[in-house]
């Protein structure tokens, strides 16, 4: 038998139980002792020593995690046709967190992007491209690298390693996660917000020289990007504004993320400002059928405002 299995030999049969402190918690009488795993003297230097056996840590954890505050915005200014403040109006909205707005907008913003694309980009791989069937020539005595079709990817006209095929890149959002989204955006334009009344009756034919002015009267740079929120665009008033480039006339139907976030100035109409705080505020009765039929109808509005965009470009 050999020294080391003579010593494994011994210490199956007398093993060595280490002595576990026992301490006492600053509790009442009658509460029992609590073991200390690291309190053992055989993971001390000296018996003396003693470590802390209990940890606590610096925040405070809740069991029910907050994920939507409603948020009263600051009073928005009314202002008439002709630029005088008329009334004041306020946006109460249903936005995120501030630690988790980013993530929520980002997250819905890359969606609506990602489910416009089509997914129809095809290439042929070396098998699909039409000929290459013979092989061109020899495999020997020819002083040439050895070819076996001549629509290999690594000649003109062959095949694509690796290429593009049709595919489907849409994913899928929740329709409370978008519409927290898009409350959110609106709530972080505030402070570029300007309500107007109604002026589809002041315009009485199309004349972009005339809207621009009415810009210059609210206080709006044409040069700058601007979006309308309007329960309805009138006839003149989307001929008048069609010719600006940086600006967008958009209706409940047409309300998408992307316009929010890229415009410099948002103009509200009063029926828009009530459709708003009904719609994502925080007394929203969900109704699952109305929510799916105004789903739709935005989806196919966003569409619609894309075509159009394309168009214009």
Not at 96 to 112: G, K, M, N
Not at 187 to 192: D, L, Q, V, Y
């Amino acid at each position: 038998m050999t020294l080391l299995s003579t010593i494994r030999f011994l210490f199956l049969c007398f093993p060595i139980t280490p002595k576990i402190q026992t301490t006492k918690m600053a509790t009442s009488a009658g509460t029992p002792t609590s073991l200390s795993f690291f309190s053992s003297s055989l993971f001390l230097s000296s018996p003396t020593t003693k470590l802390p056996t209990s940890f606590s840590l610096p925040f405070k954890t809740s069991s029910k995690p907050n994920f939507s505050i409603s948020s009263q915005l600051s009073t928005l200014p009314i202002l008439s046709f002709t630029g005088k403040k008329i009334g004041e109006t306020y946006l109460d909205l249903k936005s995120a967190l501030p630690e988790t707005a980013r993530a929520v907008v980002h997250r819905a913003i890359i969606t609506d992007q990602q489910n416009k694309r089509r997914g129809t980009a095809s290439t042929l791989t070396r098998g699909e491209v039409r000929g290459g069937g013979k092989k061109p020539y020899p495999q020997k005595k020819t002083g040439r690298a050895r070819r076996g079709s001549m629509r290999t990817p690594l000649r003109r006209g062959g095949g694509v390693i690796f290429g593009p095929k049709p595919r489907d890149w849409s994913i899928k959002i929740n329709k409370k996660e978008k519409r927290l989204a898009i409350a959110t955006a609106l709530s972080s334009a505030a402070e570029n917000t300007i309500v107007v009344e109604e002026f589809g009756d002041k315009i009485e034919k199309p004349k972009t020289k005339e809207f621009i002015e009415a810009l210059k009267r609210w206080g709006l740079d044409p040069k700058q990007k601007s979006m309308f929120l309007m329960m309805e665009v009138p006839e003149n008033v989307s001929k008048s504004s069609r010719n600006i480039g940086t600006l967008r006339m958009l209706t409940p139907r047409t309300l998408n993320l992307f316009d929010i976030l890229n415009c410099d100035n948002l103009v509200l109409t009063p029926d828009a400002v009530d459709y708003l705080n009904r719609r994502y505020g925080e007394d929203y009765v969900d109704d699952t059928e109305a929510d799916d039929e105004e789903e739709e109808e935005e989806e196919e509005g966003g569409e619609e405002a894309d075509e159009n965009t394309d168009a214009e470009q």
